[in-house]
C-alpha cells in the first residue's frame, strides 16, 4: 500500500501536504477518538500553519499551529466513497502547556462533493436534519500540561469529543485520559504511560 506516502512543499509558516499521511489529533503518542494510527490513512489534501507567538504577554517559545485536511475515504463497507473534512488548532500558551479544539465532518453517497449547503453545513449548519442530514460531524477539546518533578516529567492529558450536535456544540461525550513518566536521566531511558479511553457515548436527550 501507499500508506504513510505524501508529497509536502513548506513556505514560511505554511505546510501543504498531498497523500495519505498518518495522523494522530491528540495529545496522546498512541491514540485519538477522531484521527489515530488505529486505522489507515485517508487520501487527503492538508494545509498546516504553524508559528510562535511574538507578543509581549507570550514568552518568545509559545507558538500555535492549525491544520485542515479534506479527503475520502475509498471502498468503505457500504460500497460508497466517504469525503472527511476536519481542522484542529493547537495553541500552546507555554512550554509546559497546550490546548485543541478540532471538529470533523463526513459525508458520502450521491451528494459527496463540496458545494455551498454542504459547506456551510460543515462549518455552521445544522447537520441533524434537513439537506444536511447525511453529514456527521464530531467536535471536541483537548488539554496537556508537563509538571518537573527533581529530573522526571510527569505530563498528564484529556481529549473529550462529542459526536452529535445540540445547538450547534458537541454532545454525547467519549474521552480519553493519560498520565506520562518521562524519566531521561536513568540509566535506560525510559517513558511510561498510562491511558483509559471510553468510547461508550451517554444516550443523548432525544434517545
Do not use: H
Amino acid at each position: 500500500s501507499f500508506d504513510g506516502s505524501y508529497v509536502s512543499y513548506e513556505n514560511g509558516i505554511a505546510n501543504l501536504s498531498i497523500g495519505k499521511v498518518d495522523r494522530i489529533w491528540s495529545f496522546s503518542e498512541k491514540s485519538s477518538l477522531i484521527l489515530s494510527s488505529n486505522s489507515r490513512p485517508i487520501e487527503a489534501i492538508s494545509i498546516k500553519l504553524e508559528d510562535k507567538f511574538y507578543n509581549q504577554w507570550f514568552p518568545s517559545n509559545t507558538k500555535w499551529s492549525i491544520e485542515t485536511i479534506y479527503g475520502s475515504t475509498r471502498n468503505s463497507y457500504n460500497g460508497k466513497n466517504s469525503m472527511l473534512f476536519g481542522a484542529r488548532a493547537v495553541i500552546n500558551p507555554s512550554e509546559r502547556l497546550s490546548f485543541e479544539i478540532l471538529q470533523t465532518s463526513q459525508w458520502g453517497g450521491k451528494n459527496n462533493k463540496l458545494n455551498k449547503s454542504t459547506a456551510v453545513g460543515i462549518f455552521f449548519g445544522e447537520t441533524n436534519l434537513g439537506e444536511n442530514a447525511e453529514i456527521n460531524k464530531m467536535a471536541g477539546f483537548g488539554a496537556s500540561y508537563e509538571i518537573p518533578i527533581n529530573r522526571n516529567t510527569y505530563r498528564v492529558y484529556g481529549q473529550a469529543i462529542g459526536e452529535d450536535e445540540a445547538g450547534g456544540l458537541p454532545s454525547c461525550y467519549s474521552w480519553i485520559a493519560g498520565m506520562e513518566l518521562l524519566s531521561p536521566n536513568i540509566r535506560v531511558p525510559t517513558k511510561l504511560s498510562i491511558e483509559l479511553i471510553e468510547t461508550r457515548a451517554n444516550t443523548s436527550a432525544s434517545g
